[in-house]
């Protein structure tokens, strides 16, 4: 009886984890539709096979009650814990503050702007349903394997061999490897699955401005035909440059000038891997530096947007080069450490103005309150920081300045007007922003990262709420839980939201959610022994949490990747070099190329003074000949996606339908 218990626990968990597998479309798990009357349904699509079926949302929310309270009341493990609990008032406590925390990150509501969430909430619990069921089913029947000597010394010189590569190889071999790998990973997607080409229309307009940069202007004089240039974040009223701050661009200028632009995040990205077991060490230990790096490679999250050209990569880079230098001229008091510190912060500023203050904040109150303390030992350090970060603030409102005409008037204001400001009642599109869509986001932002930092079937943050569950009093714990809430709390001002590799406001402080991961992971034989009750060795803890996280990455990776990389390969936000690659296909070397495609697959190809011998502008049919004029030295074609033709000044290009756009 006791075998077909477990067997039938484990087939269940099997099938619900089989159920969730994505197929070629990462949203693909679930689709919630509404039908012609409430509720709203779930219609569910195993990967095992072409059938669906459907259940309403209430009876979802009914299965996954009733499976999660009944297992829990049939584990001993779970009942010894609450008796601890019951008798250490401090654990209790924190306990309840921590999984209060973790429960509002798992929390999703579909809006009008985001439409994805439920789907990723429903992965993460019937993901973390599916893993306890099968955990709770194969575990006994495993166990007696796992006893067996032969087994044991496989796992055991495993556990060895990749514990000594962690923690235990030289370091320089240790920081290399990881470095060398995750550049390569994230050149190679650059290439393979983002044809080295920015995507997202953020991306795009700091790329062109990057061009703008590098042939040593700020901005260019608006192109003829303005219309015919146009694109969403791109401001063209005589000038023409982009809305955003100039740090990434510069940035982007420098691979341009170098013939590789598609190296940037890549290079970036790469260095932030290296800072996380820096920052790891500094505020904890080498163990926490090194896991904490480790994280970072097999993070999904910083793996693709390193892999393309969005600002937030270059942001967390000088996110950790802040943090870590603040820290260290905390406790050397060294000029250079201020400078670096300033450098770090005065870039994020410059890359994303908004992040930088809830970013910084707490760090800053931290290295106040020691400057304080003790003024004769760090007033060098902290004079270093503030003159570092001035010259970086001064660049910014000198920028802004020539660009915009005013220090404190940034590209976003001016291209949609005061209403793109943080704050309720403002949007630069849509409906305008409240304290309640405020609430929607934020909830769906922490969902999110729950989903897209490992992608496993279980929430990412576990081993944060395994962290504070322990009731650790270390300092820098809250002092990196509470960066982190306090860029979520500023973006609860903030009117618009989306997914980008995941929920990208949030990308900059991630960083810190994966050292408190590695945190937990390294406190979680005070769980096991002290709360649970189970008086197991730590080496036997440490070998089980290491299967555990083998077993946690494996599922996650296999089954999550491959349809991110098919999502993210399949012309992303609707961009590609269909029309690049059929220009080198025909050899066409010069020309007027108005395209009816999205124009940010080619917008980065143009020369910022258009003075090269491809131009690319939008098609606006029978507007072309106004265009076309402005280039007489041109030959004008007509390019849908792969399709190129000759211009026919009548709109009906053969091979071509026309365009009225």
């Known amino acids: 009886m006791f075998f077909i218990v477990r067997m039938g626990f484990s087939l269940v968990g099997i099938l619900i984890l089989a159920t969730i597998i994505p197929h070629n479309d990462p949203w693909r798990m679930t689709n919630v539709v509404r039908v012609v009357n409430p509720p709203l349904f779930i219609d569910v699509y195993p990967a095992v096979s072409g059938w669906s079926f459907r259940i309403s949302e209430a009876m979802a929310g009914i299965i996954l009650v009733l499976g999660f309270v009944i297992p829990l009341l049939l584990i001993p493990a779970t009942r010894q814990g609450f008796v601890f609990l019951k008798r250490n008032k401090p654990a209790l406590f924190s306990t309840i503050l921590a999984f209060e925390f973790f429960a509002f990150t798992l929390i999703a509501v579909s809006n009008d702007i985001i439409h994805d969430y439920k789907s990723v909430f429903l992965f993460i619990m019937f993901g973390t349903l599916g893993s306890l069921y099968a955990a709770l089913g194969l575990a006994p029947l495993v166990e007696p394997l796992l006893s067996t000597e032969s087994l044991k010394r496989t796992i055991k010189r495993l556990y060895t061999s990749v514990r000594w590569i962690i923690l235990e190889s030289p370091l320089p071999f240790f920081l290399v490897s990881l470095f060398l790998v995750e550049i390569a990973l994230t050149v190679l997607i650059s290439f393979t699955v983002f044809e080295a080409i920015p995507h997202v229309q953020d991306s795009v307009a700091q790329y062109f401005q990057g061009k703008i940069f590098s042939v040593g202007h700020l901005t260019v004089p608006s192109p003829p035909g303005e219309d015919f240039f146009g694109y969403l974040h791109m401001i063209n009223n005589g000038q023409w440059y982009s809305q955003y701050p100039p740090g990434h661009p510069f940035l982007l200028m420098l691979g341009i000038l170098a013939g590789v632009p598609w190296l940037v995040n890549p290079f970036f990205g790469s260095l932030v891997i290296v800072l996380l077991y820096f920052l790891g060490t500094e505020l ?13 490679l097999l993070s999904p999250f910083l793996l693709f947007m390193s892999s393309e050209y969005m600002n937030h990569t270059t942001a967390m880079f000088f996110f950790l080069l802040f943090t870590l230098f603040l820290i260290r001229s905390l406790r050397t008091g060294l000029v250079m450490h201020g400078i670096l510190a300033g450098v770090g912060l005065g870039m994020i500023a410059c890359i994303r103005p908004y ?45 802004n300045y020539f660009t915009n005409g005013s220090p404190f008037l940034f590209g976003f204001e001016v291209l949609y007007g005061p209403n793109v400001r943080p704050g309720f009642g403002h949007a630069a599109w849509g409906v305008p922003h409240n304290a309640f869509r405020g609430l929607l986001q934020t909830m769906n932002n922490l969902n999110g990262v729950n989903k897209h930092l490992f992608e496993w079937p279980v929430p990412s943050l576990l081993f944060v709420f395994v962290l504070f569950m322990t009731g650790s009093k270390n300092k820098w714990d809250y002092l990196l839980v509470g960066t982190f809430a306090a860029v979520v ?13 995941g929920p990208r406001f949030l990308y900059e402080p991630a960083a810190l959610l994966l050292i408190l991961t590695a945190r937990g992971i390294e406190r979680l034989p005070v769980v096991v022994r002290e709360i649970l009750g189970y008086q197991y060795s730590v080496e036997r803890i440490r070998v089980g949490s290491f ?14 990747i491959p349809p991110h990389l098919r999502h993210y390969s399949d012309s992303y936000w609707d961009v590609n070099r269909d029309v690049l690659n059929a220009l080198e296909e025909k050899g066409i070397k010069k020309g007027l190329i108005l395209t009816r495609t999205n124009f940010g697959g080619v917008l980065p190809a143009n020369p910022p003074l258009l003075d090269g011998d491809l131009i690319f502008a939008r098609d606006l049919g029978l507007q072309d000949s106004t265009i076309v004029k402005f280039f007489p030295a041109y030959e004008a074609y007509i390019a849908v996606g792969k399709d190129i033709q000759l211009y026919k000044s009548d709109g009906n290009t053969p091979g071509i339908t026309p365009s009225n756009r």
Do not use: H
């Open 547 to 560: 299967m555990l996280l083998l077993l946690l990455f494996g599922l996650g990776l296999s089954a999550n």
């Open 355 to 399: 992040s930088a203050a809830p970013l910084g904040a707490l760090f800053l109150l931290y290295g106040l309150y020691q400057f304080v303390k003790r003024p004769k030992e760090l007033w060098r350090a902290a004079a270093a920081l503030a003159v570092s970060t001035g010259v970086f603030g001064g660049i910014l409102l000198a920028y």
């Open 489 to 501: 709390f500023a973006y609860f001002f903030y009117w618009f939201q989306d997914l980008c590799f």
């Open 284 to 296: 904890y230990d080498t163990k926490v530096g090194r896991i904490s790096a480790l994280l970072g």
